[in-house]
């Protein structure tokens, strides 16, 4: 199954963009993965999907225009720009593996997001 | 608009049992796979169980298999997770979610607000 290797934090000042990474097991590097922001105190959310060609269908509710992906080998980067207040949040990234008769749903260790 | 609402969390003393419900609304309940997502105090997410649109397929993340069970009345659109035999480690807020799918991978669209459990004597 993938392992989702997340960098722990990441900082950006108010305006300014971040780009956060989520990283593939090797064998694993044509898989889609799915990201999510965490607001503190609050359940997690559907920002949209990422292949390596890019956005997967579309984003999910509410999420800016300001928020796009990109795909590129193992690598899935979530990039926010011009970046607010409210986007100060735990990032997630997910991804499934079903293979012979099993499921597993596996979830990166997660990117908390400063803004400074 | 997609509603999950969970109940049924509380504290509990290990080696017991809770109960969870997910009461959905906003969408063909029936057409979507359904997952148990849970998160410990101040740790990342762990996957935790999915069941097919039928209730014919289920799958469990190894911490949990053999003691969680998940279920769905498709009558009722809402989904159950039973568990037995409570450890502290268990100690988690628990997130019920809809399945996000399309031709060749599955993921989450849609999370409740959660319900902690407490595994404690």
């Known amino acids: 199954q993938p392992a989702l290797t997340q960098p722990p934090s990441a900082s950006a000042s108010l305006g300014a963009s971040v780009t956060l990474t989520c990283t593939l097991t090797s064998d694993h590097s044509h898989y889609k993965v799915d990201w999510y922001q965490q607001r503190p105190g609050k359940g997690p959310r559907f920002v949209m999907r990422v292949g390596p060609g890019g956005i997967v269908g579309s984003k999910g509710d509410g999420i800016p225009d300001r928020f796009s992906v990109l795909g590129s080998g193992p690598n899935r980067y979530l990039t926010i720009k011009n970046i607010q207040e409210d986007d100060e949040s735990d990032y997630y990234c997910?991804?499934?593996?079903?293979?012979?008769?099993?499921?597993?749903?596996?979830f990166g260790g997660g990117t908390k997001v400063t803004v400074l | 608009q997609v509603q999950l609402v969970e109940s049924g969390g509380g504290v509990v003393q290990p080696g017991r049992s809770l109960s969870l419900s997910c009461a959905t609304s906003?969408?063909?309940?029936?057409?979507?796979?359904m997952h148990w997502v849970r998160q410990a105090p101040g740790k990342g997410l762990e996957w935790v169980a999915i069941?097919?649109?039928?209730?014919?397929?289920?799958f469990y993340g190894d911490s949990v298999k053999g003691r969680f069970t998940i279920s769905r009345d498709n009558s009722q659109n809402t989904v159950y997770l039973e568990m037995t035999n409570l450890r502290p480690e268990d100690t988690a807020v628990y997130y019920c979610?809809?399945?996000?799918?399309?031709?060749?991978?599955?993921?989450?669209?849609?999370w409740g607000q959660g319900t902690l459990v407490t595994v404690s004597s």
């Open positions: 997910g991804a499934d593996h079903g293979r012979g008769g099993n499921f597993v749903l596996v």
């Open positions: 069941i097919s649109d039928d209730g014919s397929n289920k």
């Open positions: 979610a809809k399945d996000h799918r399309d031709s060749t991978s599955h993921g989450i669209d849609y």
């Open positions: 906003g969408f063909t309940f029936t057409t979507y796979a």
